[in-house]
């Protein structure tokens, strides 16, 4: 193990840098995501130790450091003894090197060891789910917490409803019964939640813990006094020949609240689905080509920048690199969703995780580790799913005066029924102030937003839409108002060849072959385009001779003998072709957007080549759909007006800005901000990068610049403009569905609270059992998450 495993930080998003070597995706993904190298534990012997320690191991894409060669010997003996979940205790597990920890409902609050959120209580969560197995401790406890102590409850519950009723034993040794079968369900199976409910307290950030160790531990100690010194208190306490005790409401409330969080941390898991579908995307080993030619299998961790690697029939490309031998078809479908393969030949990029269907290739390294574009994607993702949306910030502020307010309901509650209630007075006083405590825990509040978020950006994950933050999600629903930049937005962003117009005495295909075959000495982006285009017909090209390049006007050189020219009209005229016969032609095409070049043969004019950016297929259908929803559609482009007038003529836009620099793009957001517009900018190059931080939402391609993608709260990872609507579509969704869960957590407070606290005993004589509270409590929080996994089947 050397140096270069050590943890390293990445910047934000799609901005990629070489890759540390042994990084695998779901490692260098929590090393990304660390801000720090963490203090840790030795695995082995429980010392502290830290990064700088010389004595560390790599073990299934994690990095475990030690105190000293000993432990390093014996954690390398038999890794599994030491990392199994079960080995792990769920009260303190061993933090790992990077892992970050976050809470799903604060996920400003971050630290490097597993802990409780000193905000809402709830278990820190790892900010990367772990694929090798259960990384949930937390539920694996709640579960054993509940099932032990379950048959307790039931023995409780049922002594509490029947016991006087049949009489098995003396109601003051009853009472001792009880508190013997209570004491390990409250202060064992219920120790989480008082320990969270103080921490409520130092932190002064009451929350649901609060008001459920104030209630269950109430009834609790209550009822243990009662036993223990039952003459302490008035005789209206007594009832049926002892001082009427509670141990079953405190038993059961807290085996209520463990089935709730049980339920509640399955629901959560299922959020980090698409996280954990897209690291399971990559392949778990590569086949590099030794120096000698031969292979080897090597974990993908172990995969270096400059390795050569071989892809078999069937295979998945190990990580993003280059094709240097072979031409095979590749599916690219997790990348692009389009479900036909794209054929690869020497030259080509490929991208990590795609499958290679038919033919072999051979493939050198480029990126590798957390550089990949997969593992860029699960960053953006892990992102976008822990930010906050400006409704759950108010969520969150409503959550911490609720709180306070219902410990003052409950009080209240206490002493009307202590002073005014029928007798035992205070005895239903202290029952309902309990089941105010119990039925208003803001939990379903809490969660309301962050899960509609969580499944929302899975979501738009799987359909190409990547959201940087919560804000994104919320503000794409107002937006009234595209611009759209040209070049990789509306149009594909690299020239292709449009057509050829002969001159008479000459045929279009030998116009092209000719211009191709003098065009493979050039390295222009249009000759290129040219080129691709005689390859793709099958056309045979003749290498040539005399090559020369003129300094942005065209090409010479000789090609079976003859002489050949190959530019714009300066050239022509250096050569003393004219170019009159085809001027017509050339304007049309030029009026098109078009650029166009001359070919002249032995000093005749042979023709014309037209190379243009050609529209992106899915462009059409995309504007017809936003502007269907009502949206403004502007283009602004740094490309000539009439090119851009032609374009903007093609796609039926009919405010087009031309010539325009990234000043201008960002004055034009500004300016239509001033009007009252809700403003999206989508763009793909650098030039970009000032509007889409400007805009209320930006939206860049996927197939564009790091900078660009770095500067927008929205990734097209296609690049199909299509994508806008569908996250429009999302937004509009997610945010019904938070509005929902909000809705429903208040109007359940607001039901539940004045029930509990008994105000409706004196019409109907209806009390809430805080047994029935904490029921209620547990599955309001439950139908939330279960409201918000709606999501997952909307049709966007």
């Not at 690697?309 to 295979?315: A, C, F, K, N, V």
């Not at 569908?726 to 957590?745: G, Y």
Request: neutral net charge.
């Amino acid at each position: 193990m050397n140096d270069q495993t050590r943890p390293v930080r990445l910047p934000e998003h799609m901005h990629h840098e070489p890759a540390d070597a042994g990084d695998s995706i779901g490692a260098s993904a929590r090393r990304a995501a660390a801000a720090e190298a963490p203090p840790l534990k030795d695995l082995v012997c429980g010392m502290p130790v830290t990064d700088k320690s010389g004595h560390r191991q790599e073990y299934e894409g994690r990095l475990y450091y030690f105190c000293n060669a000993h432990c390093e010997t014996k954690f390398s003996a038999n890794p599994r003894q030491f990392v199994m979940p079960e080995q792990v205790p769920a009260e303190a597990p061993l933090a790992i090197a990077g892992t970050i920890y976050t809470c799903p409902m604060h996920p400003e609050v971050r630290q490097d060891h597993p802990g409780n959120c000193p905000k809402c209580g709830m278990t820190l969560e790892p900010e990367l789910p772990n694929l090798d197995g259960d990384d949930n401790p937390e539920l694996r406890d709640f579960q054993r917490r509940f099932w032990w102590t379950l048959p307790l409850t039931a023995v409780v519950f049922v002594l509490a409803m029947f016991g006087h009723r049949l009489q098995w034993m003396d109601m003051a040794v009853q009472s001792w019964v009880e508190l013997g079968l209570a004491i390990p369900i409250v202060l064992w199976a219920g120790w989480p939640f008082f320990v969270r409910g103080w921490q409520s307290v130092v932190n002064q950030s009451p929350n649901m813990w609060t008001l459920i160790g104030l209630g269950t531990g109430s009834a609790f100690i209550y009822s243990v006094v009662a036993t223990i010194a039952p003459q302490v208190f008035p005789a209206s306490f007594v009832s049926m020949g002892r001082v009427a005790v509670y141990f079953e409401a405190a038993a059961v409330i807290i085996s209520l609240t463990l089935l709730g969080q049980v339920l509640e941390l399955k629901a959560r898991s299922q959020t980090s689905a698409a996280i954990k579908s897209l690291l399971g995307l990559a392949p778990k080993t590569a086949r590099r080509i030794r120096s000698d030619g031969s292979d080897e299998d090597i974990p993908l961790s172990h995969v270096h920048v400059g390795d050569v690697l071989r892809i078999r029939p069937g295979e998945k490309v190990p990580v993003d690199g280059t094709v240097t031998e072979g031409s095979s078809s590749v599916d690219e479908s997790m990348l692009t969703g389009e479900p036909l393969p794209v054929t690869k030949r020497v030259g080509d990029k490929v991208i990590g995780a795609t499958l290679n269907t038919s033919g072999a290739l051979v493939m050198q390294s480029e990126r590798v580790g957390s550089s990949t574009v997969l593992a860029q994607l699960v960053l953006m993702v892990v992102q976008a799913q822990r930010s906050r949306a400006p409704m759950q910030r108010m969520a969150d502020l409503v959550a911490g005066y609720f709180v306070v307010t219902v410990v003052a309901i409950a009080v209240l509650t206490f002493f009307a029924w202590g002073l005014f209630g029928p007798e035992p007075s205070w005895v239903f006083g202290l029952i309902n102030a309990v089941a105010v405590l119990i039925i208003a825990c803001p939990c379903a509040l809490g969660l309301a937003t962050p899960m509609s978020i969580m499944v929302a950006t899975g979501l738009g994950a799987t359909r190409g839409v990547l959201f940087r933050d919560a804000a994104a999600i919320e503000n794409l629903r107002k937006v009234d108002t595209l611009i759209i930049d040209k070049t990789g937005t509306l149009t594909e962003g690299r020239p292709a060849f449009d057509r050829a117009v002969p001159a008479p005495g000459f045929d279009a295909d030998e116009v092209l072959r000719l211009a191709a075959s003098l065009d493979q000495g050039s390295e222009h982006p249009l000759a290129d385009a040219i080129v691709r285009a005689a390859r793709a017909r099958g056309m045979t090209l003749d290498k040539p001779d005399n090559f020369e390049s003129g300094s942005g006007i065209g090409v010479r050189g000789q090609v079976e003998g003859h002489q050949l020219a190959l530019g714009n009209a300066t050239l022509m005229q250096q050569i003393g072709v004219s170019v009159v016969p085809l001027m017509p032609q050339a304007e049309a095409l030029r009026t098109e957007g078009a650029s166009v070049m001359h070919l002249a043969v032995d000093g005749q004019l042979a023709g014309l080549l037209a190379v243009s950016d050609p529209i992106k297929p899915s462009t059409p259908e995309a504007l017809a759909t936003l502007k269907a929803a009502g949206l403004r559609i502007v283009m602004a482009t740094g490309d000539g007006l009439t090119t851009a007038r032609a374009v903007g003529t093609r796609l039926g836009i009919e405010e087009v800005h031309g010539e325009v620099k990234p000043a201008d793009k960002l004055l034009l957001v500004e300016r239509l901000q001033k009007e009252g517009r809700t403003v999206a900018m989508a763009g793909d190059g650098i030039n970009d990068a000032p509007a889409l931080a400007k805009a209320d939402v930006g939206v860049a391609m996927g197939t564009g610049t790091d900078v660009a993608m770095n500067s927008a709260q929205v990734t097209l990872v296609k690049g199909d403009l299509r994508g806008i609507a569908i996250a429009r579509s999302l937004s509009q969704a997610t945010v019904a569905n938070m509005k929902q869960n909000l809705l429903f957590a208040l109007l359940y407070n607001a039901l539940g609270i004045p029930i509990a606290a008994g105000v409706l005993y004196p019409l109907t004589g209806w009390l809430l059992s805080p047994m029935i509270a904490a029921l209620a409590m547990s599955f309001s929080s439950v139908s939330v998450i279960g409201n918000a996994l709606r999501l997952r089947r909307t049709q966007v």
